[in-house]
């Protein structure tokens, strides 16, 4: 599956950057930032309203190349100024084509909270987020079982920053709450198949806690899915492809959001 691979070769490349920084050093770089703003993502989604988290993307394993210009950081503003609640970055170089220094430009310009899009296999990820200015970090149900979420969301904690828990389907939904997972994603894509379908959010969200903070991704394309996702009680939605492929973003979200901002 294509996820494993993209752990696998996560790992491989975890091993050549920690020989630049070492564990021990990252973790304290990491420690010395815990006092700064503390949790933003979390208090951004407990706000009325349904929150948009606008995705930076330059490619993806299921659709390819999807911005082959990539003026990365005009994006992140653009967004932001169209009224974003929230950024993803994705860091993820070889499938995703991403780059950490996209990450810490946009969170170093941005006064919303930015989401490390990545594929966490290791502590050193979260560490490393802190540092480069992340308010959030991604943890996937399908890579970790559910004492290494806990265990990650913990060291989240120590540092004041959000974890998004993914899931997928009901059993990753129960490893996500028996982990104490505050903020629960779920991801439309089947990453299988990579088939979409939004009713996984609808369907998955009944099982969530209530004081869970809940999140839908993938396949979100137009103002009938947000007020479905709206109806259903997400809290927030994560927007990437829609938004990248769209030469007028402002418009576009405000076109998903009913028309305004």
Not at 18 to 28: A, G, R
Not at 120 to 145: M, R, S
Not at 201 to 226: C, Q
Request: hydrophobic content about 45%; some cysteine; charged content about 30%.
């Amino acid at each position: 599956m294509i996820l494993e691979q993209i752990a696998a070769d996560t790992r491989l490349r975890l091993i050549e950057e920690k020989k630049l920084v070492s564990p021990e050093e990252m973790k304290e770089k990491a420690l010395a930032l815990a006092a700064d703003e503390t949790f933003p993502f979390e208090k951004m989604l407990k706000e009325p309203g349904i929150h948009y988290i606008c995705e930076v993307k330059k490619a993806s394993p299921s659709k390819g190349l999807i911005a082959e210009d990539f003026p990365y950081l005009q994006i992140a503003k653009e967004y932001e100024a169209a009224g974003a609640d929230a950024i993803s970055c994705l860091t993820e170089p070889k499938y995703f084509l991403g780059k950490k220094e996209y990450l810490k430009a946009i969170t170093d310009e941005v006064s919303i909270p930015v989401l490390r899009k990545d594929f966490t296999v290791d502590e050193y990820q979260i560490y490393e987020a802190k540092t480069l200015g992340a308010g959030v970090v991604l943890l996937i149900c399908a890579l970790l079982d559910t004492e290494t979420i806990r265990s990650y969301i913990e060291i989240c904690d120590r540092l004041g920053l959000s974890a998004l828990v993914e899931v997928h389907d009901e059993n990753e939904m129960d490893s996500a709450i028996k982990a104490g997972a505050r903020v629960i994603g779920v991801n439309n894509r089947n990453l299988k198949d990579f088939t979409v379908d939004i009713s996984n959010s609808t369907r998955l969200r009944s099982l969530a806690p209530e004081n869970a903070l809940f999140v839908a991704e993938s396949g979100i394309k137009t103002a009938e899915d947000i007020q479905v996702l709206k109806d259903a009680g997400v809290n927030g939605v994560l927007i990437g492809e829609t938004l990248m492929r769209s030469p007028e973003k402002a418009a576009m979200l405000a076109a998903l959001n009913g028309g305004a901002l």
